[in-house]
């Protein structure tokens, strides 16, 4: 969601006393990936004639509440999370998004209670993904509103509330649960979007009331603007579904066919070579990012400058080897010596995303690690330079 936020960025006068190319890592655009699917070439070519999926309605399955999802989409769905197993999904309703941003305010609506006096509370533990309070009163709703830190209103309010679990966490990496204690009155939903062996070990099967995947996190494919959420209550599904009908008329048929055949050749490759070889994706996945980490890490050094968390050594039971987190972004903290850490990285003209727009201090900074590879060099080439500079 809102991974691709564009926003207005002034540089400042750096100490290097030259111009200095502009490395943004503000969004979260997933190019890290475009060298596998390059060496993919036709595997995942698609041809749709001019007189296919014309119409608004897909040839849903009997039972299913999703009238515009395609049932090849269903299908590579339930097929991709088996294989995976990173969710349950047996006795799901799938409503499929024009992305996880758009699920996320079918969620809210089909949670909130059109009949309340008041909006429902909505509310993350911090550090919250940044475009949760934006999205949430951007459209000045009377059935919810955002309600900030799910810790401080755990201990200052009551009432009903709905809490958008985010795990892996973005920014920070973290696995999360919900943290209100008042569960008679709240709601959940549980924001997965970053649930793949690529970034963090599959240690089981989530399994949630609503939870929602997005395919720019899975594969790579930002641009194809799918997400899907499996959710188990049969009216909640019909309400998600009726919010897109009225939001978009469904969503592009397009989209789904391109995303169902991707996600069909990921389950394919898998089949036929197994984890050992370079075609697996989430394997590939998993070593690059793997990889990335490593260099950060060296980059940052025993430095007193900069840190990132760490995160501790766990069983992946897709990969079958232990494997540690990889986050899709890094949680930069500065020293104590240093207030706004954005402010010190724009001097050097690298752009992150300030931590005060997470619910936390500006000391943080958020910084995609899913750049091309050669903006990634920069980055590190930066980053060393920084230090012996500032140090």
């Known amino acids: 969601m809102c991974g691709a936020e564009t926003t207005n960025h002034s540089t400042e006068s750096n100490g290097f006393g030259g111009n200095l190319s502009l490395i943004d890592l503000d969004p979260g655009n997933p190019t890290v990936f475009e ?13 749709i004639p001019g007189c296919e999926l014309m119409s608004y309605k897909a040839a849903t399955k009997p039972g299913k509440v999703c009238w515009f999802l395609l049932p090849e989409l269903e299908d590579a769905i339930v097929r991709l999370h088996r294989l995976v197993g990173n969710a349950v999904v047996d006795d799901r309703y799938i409503v499929v998004g024009t992305g996880s941003t758009q699920l996320y305010q079918a969620a809210l609506y089909a949670l909130s209670t059109p009949a309340s006096l008041k909006p429902i509370n909505v509310v993350s533990a911090a550090p919250y993904y940044s475009c949760y309070p934006e999205e949430t ?10 309600a900030g830190d799910a810790n401080e209103y755990n201990a200052n309010k009551s009432g009903p509330f709905i809490e958008v679990v985010n795990s892996p ?13 008042d569960c008679g ?7 997965l979007a970053y649930y793949w062996p690529q970034f963090m070990p599959i240690n089981r ?8 995947f997005t395919f720019s996190k899975c594969t790579g494919h930002a641009g194809s603007r799918i997400g899907w959420a499996l959710v188990k209550d049969r009216e909640v599904a019909i309400k998600m579904t009726k919010y897109i009908e009225l939001n978009s008329i469904g969503v592009s048929k397009d989209s789904q066919f ?42 940052i050094g025993s430095s007193d400058l900069f840190s990132v968390p760490s995160f501790e050594q766990q069983h992946c039971f897709f990969l079958g080897r232990p494997t540690k987190p990889y986050p899709a972004f890094a949680w930069l903290k500065c020293n104590e010596e240093t207030e706004d850490c954005g402010s010190l990285l724009r001097r050097y003209n690298i752009l992150g995303r300030n931590g005060k727009r997470f619910g936390a201090d500006a000391k943080y900074l958020r ?13 590190l080439d930066r980053l060393n330079a920084i230090r012996l500079f500032e140090e």
Not at 141 to 146: A, M
Not at 169 to 181: H, I, M, Q
Not at 205 to 212: C, E, I, K, S, W
């Open 35 to 47: 060298p596998y699917w390059r060496r993919m070439g036709d595997k995942c070519r698609v041809v």
């Open 367 to 379: 910084l995609s690690m899913l750049s091309s590879d050669d903006v990634f060099e920069d980055f």
């Open 137 to 146: 009163d951007y459209l000045c709703s009377r059935l919810y509103k955002w």
């Open 258 to 299: 391109r995303t169902a055949k991707i996600m069909e050749l990921l389950c394919n490759e898998h089949k036929e070579f197994g984890l050992n070889s370079s075609n697996n994706f989430f394997e590939y996945g998993n070593r690059l990012m793997a990889q990335r980490w490593e260099s950060l890490r060296e980059a």
């Open 205 to 212: 099967p989530a399994d949630h009331d609503l939870m929602y």
């Open 185 to 191: 009155q709240g709601k959940l939903i549980h924001d």
């Open 169 to 181: 966490n973005n920014p920070n990496g973290s696995l999360r649960e919900s943290v209100v204690k």
